[in-house]
């Protein structure tokens, strides 16, 4: 595939420029994107609107088409997201760890960046602009590859970014978008071996297959999350109700909000009409199991609902006897994201957050702090669900890998 | 496949016993391996020596069945170095990162099992101990798939360790072996994404490339190493022959011996003399450009020959005419394993240190100390030559991933 690997090499080509910039210098190109995207507005506007009438006239959803839309106000916060990355900590150069040896060696564990980092995603613009901001300033080239509904979209941000790094003096090749969204080219991302070094598919749980299916580049599987909420049988009820609330009714369509709820059968009569009626001010669907729609007037529960990542306003509802019951339906279904308990009982919370399996564990607080800002690490570029690389909110230091730099004075083995 | 995926339930039955098993119940059952493969070495010599008829059979070259060879001495060392991995920190539980929030979340990063280990590897029946044993103290079930010639020996041994730490109280599937050597089997192995959390292959380029083109399971590369020696113009000359003598003729055969000589100009006239002197004392066959063989008489070098990983007694030899194109060349043929400068330039090291992309880069030192037990990380399951998650050796602290607990009072977002 002649495209892409012309991509590939230029994306090498660029990252010698680009992993000895300096901090100053990488900062001053990610404030001139920012101004860059501030003053090209309307043209990033009129493309979008392209992109917009062609989803339209595709019969493309109201939530897609709500995705896919920019305004004045949304292109302002994105190019402002990329100053709060300006702000954080360059991870590059970090020693992580260090020793000399009895033999002399110096030995030094380095971050640098990983090189280059492909990016597969779907109708959101925002994404071009965060991922190609998180790369810069980690020292890595990007390729990204974002959906034909926004490809308008896309390429006009692009080009805008490319223009603004390269007039502080940055290989512009440092930010690429692939134009050609047809799947073979997106194939070919996937086996660009000789230059992509670590892929991150950015999407729903399709895209994400596909990638883990057919990619031979090293890849972080990213945002799928079925989350579970427990009830144990001394939790506080109110408190129980106000997370399940939060959780799953902030932003039903984001990867950490909750889709099941798991209740201990001892406190499943008293808790279940109280969440049930909280829910129900968002008209929130549950489908439960045969005790709980005894206790409650609820859908029933197919097999498939505890696997679902419903990322609507729908929830599933188990009761179980106990927090083993529970630890082993969520790690039976759970896709390793977030999960809570609510409790008051030390032995449950040892018992959960030790054997849960997954990349956050929370106790009596809602799933939806999954998030790298939340989590004080400031922007990310997913939420890493595999064990390798990353687990959890992939930041900045996430972007980097390690060389060892040793120093001798002759030494042989 | 059933039979793979077979195995694939056990262990990850056998990972809850295991995750939350102690240090010492982990030390019990490894020093119940080492003690279990003294015990019963005629058993395992018996069951090596059919391997050894039928590699012989098959005509297997001499240095391929002195891998394969096991003797009393031999068996002792393996165990031996079960009992080094015994004392080395338990990585499991370590709290790597921790912060309490401004809203009171109490957020810890800590180190858990990967879960499931699968490791691919040739016929090497030492590898089916050590990968068992660096496993299992990192608390991760281990699924080996050793080479056909091996199968005896390996059969032999992965009953032994499964009986010793069944005995100690573990579940004998913490460790599993496939048995069934055919090349299908190997292939399902590479996909049990459900089971397999990291696939390690070690063995050959032919093996390695087999793995990263099939398998969608998490991989970590490893070993393939074409590593250089760069001898600076300011080098000094009886430190460059020392080091490249080491390097290349110390162990030809492992990753981390040197297979090119990169030689600058300047120096090339009084070095590659003294250089081809001493490697003529172990017959060192030389491959030169145009320019060494001018200076000294050697066969010509071709182009395959710069990406030629020998493991032999033989060596490229390529003149520079700076620091600049030595980084370039070695950027450009090499598998990203270790590299060395010699020379007694700042600018030089700089430079070197900075831009070549490999997981180890040594200043007047010899490449052969890429190697856990030198870096001072104790043993290590292979060396990795990619970015994402190890990068140079992988010891035990590798084997593990992190886990997010978080710890609230009722917080929502």
């Known amino acids: 595939m002649e495209y892409i690997n012309q991509l590939g090499i230029n994306a090498k080509a660029a990252q010698n420029s680009l992993a000895s910039a300096s901090t100053a210098l990488k900062n001053e190109a990610l404030t001139a994107i920012c101004n860059a995207l501030k003053a090209n507005k309307q043209k990033i506007l009129e493309a979008n609107s392209l992109d917009l009438e062609n989803g339209k006239a595709n019969g493309m959803s109201d939530s897609l088409l709500d995705r896919l839309a920019l305004s004045e106000k949304r292109i302002d916060d994105i190019a402002d997201s990329v100053l709060e990355i300006v702000a954080l900590p360059d991870p590059v150069g970090k020693i992580k760890d260090g020793s ?24 959101r613009p925002n994404v071009t602009i965060d991922a190609a901001a998180l790369c810069l300033k980690s020292g890595n080239t990007v390729i990204l590859r974002g959906g034909k509904e926004a490809i308008n979209s896309n390429i006009a941000t692009a080009e805008i970014m490319r223009n603004a790094i390269e007039a502080v003096g940055l290989d512009k090749n440092c930010i690429q978008l692939v134009e050609n969204t047809d799947r073979e080219t997106a194939n070919a991302l996937m086996k660009l071996n000789k230059y992509v070094d670590v892929l991150i598919p950015r999407g729903g749980a399709g895209l994400i297959n596909s990638v883990v299916q057919n990619a031979t580049v090293p890849v972080i599987e990213t945002g799928v999350g079925n989350c579970h909420i427990f009830v144990d ?136 702090f999954t998030d790298g800002g939340q989590f004080g690490f400031g922007a990310e570029i997913g939420i890493s669900t595999q064990k390798l690389h990353a687990r959890g909110p992939i930041g900045l230091p996430e972007l980097t890998t390690t060389k060892f730099v040793i120093r001798g004075n002759g030494q042989i083995r």
């Open 233 to 368: 049988s001394t939790a506080d009820i109110d408190m129980a109700v106000n997370i399940i609330f939060n959780a799953k009714t902030s932003r039903p369509s984001v990867c950490n909000a909750a889709e099941s709820l798991v209740i201990h059968r001892e406190i499943a009569e008293k808790a279940l009409p109280a969440i049930k009626a909280k829910l129900d001010e968002k008209n929130v669907t549950l489908y439960g199991d045969e005790e709980a729609r005894k206790i409650i007037d609820i859908l029933p529960a197919a097999e498939d609902d505890w696997g679902t990542e419903y990322l609507d306003y729908k929830m599933s509802v188990k009761t179980v006897s106990d927090v083993d019951e529970a630890i082993e339906h969520i790690n039976t279904y759970s896709t390793g994201h977030s999960e809570a308990i609510i409790t008051n009982s030390y032995e449950s919370v040892q018992k959960f957050t030790q054997k849960v399996n997954s990349s956050a564990v929370y106790v009596n607080a809602s799933t939806r």
């Open 100 to 123: 000399t040896r009895p033999n002399g060696l110096n030995i030094e564990k380095v971050a640098v960046p990983l090189g280059t980092v492909a990016v597969i995603y779907e109708a």
